[in-house]
């Protein structure tokens, strides 16, 4: 099996499982708890959170622990939100293209009375900081742009977007969920007050994340009962996954530069090897780009197709984002960078990591032409197509 859908979770790594499993056995006592084995996990939660803070260029106290990246950006949003409803501004810019988690908050918000300015997004997947600094207004709230997009990984210019943000006196969130543990991230150098990730997204467990809130801006709890994460996010605290997502996310950036330096080199030579095929287009920038992630429409056939005759090959991908892939809507980051209906349909998303091989990229370059020359062989849209009747779009 071929394993190319690493924008949709990772596996654990052996480090991160390791320090799982020994922190269940060792470390169960409730954080909470006064006596000596509760201590003790409160002891181990804060060389977590420490280790976590260290690698964000943050401080251990501006470090929440959360369930994951949705429940990071909705706590975020919402904060940003009541902050800015206090003083009347009810304003807020993001843009067209982010991940539901943002999308659905916002919309929500709208409802309750608050303004959203859905910045558009360029055909090559990127907002600029004067796109950003136009849109801010008097009553702006919050700015929320994801630092990479999680369907075809465009990295976005977050420094400068944040040095707009923190000249404007506006709080700045980004979505770092693709990011983290990807590409360098100093949250006071990039001017960035507020940010969420998630573990599974760099080799550590599902259902843990983190959130991490500048000294000085209100954060409010999204979920009451008790007063863990110092009164802002109640429930007992996984010990054990927030340890494993901080050995996780060590791993990671140790061995960053080689990661990317391998793992970009995989993604650039299958870029070139489907952009061979007829009537297909990269989606995003070329350069500007998270080192795994490869994202291609190709006219004439439909993504989920694609899918299934991968999954048989022995390849597993995806079409977009893991958290709409029951949609038969297509994917409205597609619609966003300018792709019509009939092309965004036919969109593949592959992500590697450092576990791919040569090997993979050239079964997946067999492949994946194979099942679209295929698939367009009896596509009445392909036969349009190139009959003339209908003119191509890529």
Same mark, same amino acid.
């Given at each position: ?106 919309? *929500?918000?709208?409802?309750?009375? +608050?303004?959203? /300015?859905? !910045? =558009? ?7 600029? $900081?004067? &796109? ?73 467990? *599902?259902?843990?994340?983190?959130? +991490?809130?500048? /000294?000085? !801006? =209100? ?7 008790? $007063?863990? &994460? ?165």
């Amino acid at each position: 099996m071929i394993y190319a859908d690493n924008a949709a979770t990772t596996k654990m790594s052996p480090r991160a499982l390791q320090v799982m499993t020994d922190t269940a056995r060792n470390v169960w006592g409730n954080p909470s708890s006064l006596y000596e084995l509760g201590q003790r996990a409160q002891e181990t939660l804060a060389d977590a959170r420490a280790r976590m803070a260290r690698i964000l260029g943050a401080e251990p106290k501006e470090i929440y622990f959360t369930s994951g990246g949705s429940e990071g950006d909705n706590q975020a949003i919402r904060s940003c939100a009541r902050l800015g409803a206090a003083k009347n501004r009810r304003h807020i810019v993001s843009t067209a293209f982010e991940h539901h988690a943002v999308l659905h908050t916002l919309k *929500r918000l709208e409802k309750e009375g +608050y303004e959203v /300015t859905y !910045l =558009p997004v360029h055909e090559n997947g990127i907002v600029t $900081a004067d &796109e950003v600094a136009a849109a801010i207004r008097p009553d702006t709230c919050l700015v929320t742009i994801m630092f990479a997009n999680n369907e075809i990984g465009t990295i976005q210019p977050i420094q400068e977007i944040g040095a707009v943000c923190r000249a404007a006196k506006v709080p700045f969130h980004t979505d770092a969920v693709q990011a983290a543990g990807h590409v360098a991230i100093d949250v006071k150098e990039m001017n960035i007050d507020l940010l969420s990730l998630s573990a599974h997204k760099f080799h550590g467990p *599902r259902g843990v994340g983190a959130l +991490y809130c500048r /000294t000085g !801006l =209100p954060l409010y709890p999204l979920i009451e009962g008790g $007063a863990q &994460e110092r009164n802002r996010r109640a429930g007992t605290e996984n010990v054990a996954g927030i340890c494993a997502m901080a050995a996780a996310l060590e791993e990671m950036v140790e061995n960053m530069d080689k990661n990317a330096a391998y793992v970009s080199a995989l993604r650039d030579r299958l870029i070139d090897g489907l952009s061979a095929i007829p009537h297909s287009a990269l989606n995003g920038d070329r350069k500007n780009r998270l080192p795994g992630n490869v994202n291609f429409c190709f006219e004439g056939i439909e993504g989920e197709s694609l899918l299934l005759l991968l999954d048989q090959a022995g390849i597993c991908a995806s079409s977009g984002s893991a958290c709409t892939s029951g949609s038969l809507d297509p994917s409205h980051v597609l619609l966003a960078i300018g792709r019509p209906h009939e092309v965004a349909h036919g969109s593949l998303r592959l992500t590697l990591s450092e576990e791919n091989t040569e090997a993979d990229v050239d079964e997946i370059l067999k492949e994946v032409p194979r099942i679209v020359e295929y698939l367009r062989g009896f596509s009445p849209i392909w036969q349009d197509l190139v009959s003339g009747r209908r003119a191509h779009m890529l």
